[in-house]
């Protein structure tokens, strides 16, 4: 049995493991590379981003879509390679906070997590609100209660067995993979668009005379972030460490395994969508399923969004899934008082924490009643912010005891990780100034905490623990 230690109160953190009869209570290991792979392509849900993020996007970049898709997904390939090194080295449900944590200290391990919980709270409703817009067809819903009733759902299937939700999500993936199937079907079959547009993009200026511009550099790199919305999710494998069987090789090859099927099924429909709308301006209206109506028929159009429908509600669960384990990592390395700690830490029958699902997915409800618009832009810059600093983490992963330290190693190190960092900083100097604001006072708020109360308080409060590794 290991014995709990305290890590030294500053400077980089010593991995410890906690004892098996502290609390909170350990995951349990149930899942493997099929498995993993299952949830974390939902939770990337390359479907759902298909059509709920990439119709945004042709309103801003038109036939640049695919392009920025292309260009965000070589991008997240130096970021996977980056991922997988580290949650190979670092095993944790805590994900990017335990890594930046134990290889730069402390403090830059908070900023991560208070990162990381922007995108946790935001991401969920965001995806669950596009819902009502996929069973039109069917039935007029509003917007606001089907997005809430996806994250209530979500939250419910989160509190269920891990093994058994692999499985569940996996027929729904099956179903969005059919439907963004049948899209790139229809979409090169009746295609009216020369494949010249896909490399010299346009973007509408005048949609009532279908009026276009050859689409400028500097809009495209500020609809990275968008892009890079779009494709996040191949790291729920890092979160899903604790519960994976041999996570030294499983996490690396379910985060690569993601990346690259999530990438053929968002951006091979979102070429076929560019190449088969009528003209530009109908392209940036984005509306999907008005398009596979044109190109098939209202029964089609109505099965699509079916599918869509359950692909959103598939990302929901996956998500809180996700997310709580978090929530749940931050309750056992102590960065609450006590009480709270206590709570976020309990684990139910089916090994699931449950209050921190629930403090997930009941928050994710009520954002639903928000006007997001703003909150996309903030969850942009979020996003692109985590992977610069994984990718600092990346630079210092083989240096001390960690150099000699069984886990995958990416090719061609350090230069990805120093291309990815350059290029996160430049995708960041092109974002809006009110969602670079917003994250800004968010992280200042976040290092008050720390200064006020987890620093005075660190022999006891934000010890960061791995739990230890029985692959």
Known sequence: MAVETTPPPSGTLTPVTLDAGGAPAPLKRSIGVVGGTLLTLSCLTPASSLFVIVPGMFADLGSGTALALVVAAVLCVGVAFCYSELGTLIPSSGGEYAMVGTLM????????????????????????????DYLTSIATIDTMWAGAAVMILATVMGLLDLRANAWVTGVFLALEVVAAAIVAFLGFTNVHQSTSTLIKPEVVVDAANNTTDPLKMGLLIAGMAGALFALQGFSTAVYLAEEMENPRRTVSRTVLWTLGLGGVILIVPTIAISLGAPDQATLAGGDI?????????????TFIGLCIALAIINAGVVMVIQNSRVVYASARDRA?????????????RFGSPWVSTLVVGVPGALLCFVNLDILGEVTGVAVAALYLVVALAVLVARKGAHKTTQAWRMPLWPAIPVLLIASMIYVLTEQPTRALLITGGVLVLAALYWVLYLRPRQETRWNIKLMADDS
């Open 289 to 301: 399923l008005g398009l596979v109506e044109g190109w098939s028929n209202h029964g089609m159009a």
């Open 336 to 348: 609450w008082p006590e009480p709270i700690n206590r709570a976020f830490g309990k684990v139910n």
């Open 105 to 132: 200290g402390r403090f830059m391990g908070w900023l991560v997590f208070i990162i990381a919980t922007v995108v946790v709270m935001i991401v969920p409703p965001i995806i669950a609100l596009g819902t009502a």
